[in-house]
Nanobody
Framework: QLQVVESGGDLVQPGGSLRLSCAAS????????VGWFRQAPGKEREGIVC????????YYKNSVKGRFTLSRDNAKNTVFLQMNSLKPEDTAVYYCAADPDDLCGMGSRSIWGQGTQVTVSS
């Protein structure tokens, strides 16, 4: 069974850091583009980071650029999202999506996780 599982969400104070994980099983994650998305209460889901397989390039939404960093650990078949300088507006459920069609999780064959909650509050 092909699946990804997110973990690492937590309650953190403003200015703090978290590292989210997206662990894949049943397939080789570095052969897939990986997109990170988030959905805050009452808001639409938004894409925030994507690493492309074709270009080997990582794209960041402006609101997270300079604070969030995506990395791959191929030995662990996992992608990490390091989040620094967290703000209350980063509060959301965070999802990763592995996309075999290099569409950053927007392709119909994308594999989505169940999400992990990040809460930034004092």
């Amino acid at each position: 069974q092909l699946q990804v599982v997110e973990s690492g969400g937590d309650l953190v104070q403003p200015g703090g850091s978290l590292r989210l994980s997206c662990a894949a099983s049943g397939f080789t994650l570095d052969e897939y583009a990986v997109g990170w998305f988030r959905q805050a209460p009452g808001k639409e889901r938004e894409g925030i980071v994507c690493i492309s397989t074709t270009l080997g390039t990582t794209y960041y939404k402006n609101s997270v650029k300079g604070r969030f960093t995506l990395s791959r650990d191929n030995a662990k078949n996992t992608v990490f999202l390091q989040m620094n300088s967290l703000k209350p507006e980063d509060t959301a459920v965070y999802y990763c999506a592995a996309d075999p069609d290099d569409l950053c999780g927007m392709g119909s064959r994308s594999i989505w996780g169940q999400g992990t909650q990040v809460t930034v509050s004092s």
